[in-house]
């Protein structure tokens, strides 16, 4: 008898998420709808979350390994293992709700040939979750990027792509520290439609960002937020300037100022976020001393 072909692969990338990746697997598995396949990808864990992983016997779950190689790295690779005409990423340490495969897969058929599907999330936060903003509508996004900078919609574990875009597009940018999930969903935005469903359907764990280990880390990717400007897009211009000014500051902290000029001569453009500018405008001019002795300073004052 031959295999029934899935109608959607989970990606789900694995690195040191040992306390919660048991969970996530869970409510995958609590999905009404079945038919789905789950690739995991090991990116090299130094905990336990491989054995939790491999507690599980249901045979939709299939593991792969890898040397730590990064996020995006471990994301790529999933697709590639990928049977499913359609990509639904899920981070080890988030939740979704049971009928999220089954509703999402609703809102394909509802509105077909988009790149993004994305849902609403709930944000985790220590002591409580957060509703999400209520301000967008069901259906197509006029404007992406105006979204993204008004209610902050992209969380990948809410986000569903057709796996012809992720191949189409390049994927996920190798070495990009941080924002490598929005990068993705603005290269997919630029060339497709994206729909969106406010509905809560999936819960992120914001207690395990990991963004304060990444302040000082300047990106090592090929690919920069400043490729994704074009003249005339006033929205998708405002987000390329914010997430490549936290890139330049990360480089300015890094001590890699000749990267972190060159996005503030690019970025100079800005007008909603020309605090941010003038930080980074800062960062570059004051003496080497005041940067390392912010950086012995700074996890000091988060304690």
């Known amino acids: 008898m031959s295999q029934v072909r899935p109608e959607i692969s989970v990606v789900i990338p694995l690195y040191n998420k040992g306390p919660y ?13 079945g038919n789905y396949e789950v690739v995991v990808v090991d990116d090299g864990s130094t905990d336990d979350g491989l054995q939790t992983v491999k507690l599980f016997t249901d045979a939709r779950i299939k593991v792969v390994s890898q040397a730590n190689q990064g996020v995006s ?5 999933g697709v590639r293992q990928a049977q499913a005409p359609f990509i639904a990423f899920l ?19 509802q509105y077909p040939n988009c790149g993004l599907y994305i849902a609403a999330h709930k944000v985790a936060e220590k002591n409580k979750v957060q509703d999400p ?4 509508p069901n259906g197509l996004v006029p404007d992406y990027f105006k979204a993204e900078l008004d209610h902050k919609i ?10 012809a875009v992720c191949e189409k597009v390049g994927c996920f940018p190798m070495g990009m520290v941080s924002g490598e999930d929005t990068y993705f969903c603005g290269k997919v935005a630029i060339a497709h439609p994206v729909a969106f469903l406010n509905k809560p359907l999936v819960i992120y764990n914001q207690q395990y960002s990991g963004l304060s280990t ?8 090929a690919e920069s937020w400043c490729d994704l400007y074009q003249p005339g897009q006033y929205y998708q211009n405002e987000l390329v300037a914010v997430k490549a000014l936290k890139a330049g500051i990360r480089f300015a902290l890094s001590m890699h100022r000749d990267q972190s000029r060159i996005i503030e001569k690019k ?12 930080y980074l405008y800062f ?4 003496p080497t001393a005041f940067i390392v002795l912010y950086k012995k300073i700074k996890p000091l004052l988060a304690k």
């Open 283 to 286: 960062l570059n001019r004051v």
């Open 21 to 33: 990746v048991g969970a996530t697997l869970q409510s995958v598995l609590d999905q009404t709808f």
């Open 154 to 163: 992209t969380r990948l574990s809410s986000t569903v792509v057709p796996r």
């Open 73 to 77: 790295s471990a994301r790529n690779h």
């Open 91 to 109: 981070d080890a340490d988030d939740l979704w709700q049971p009928t999220y495969l089954q509703e999402m897969l609703g809102f394909i058929q």
């Open 214 to 221: 990444r302040s000082f880390k300047g990106d090592a990717c």
């Open 133 to 136: 903003d209520k301000g967008l």
């Open 267 to 278: 970025t100079a453009y800005t007008t909603l976020f020309r605090k941010k500018w003038r």
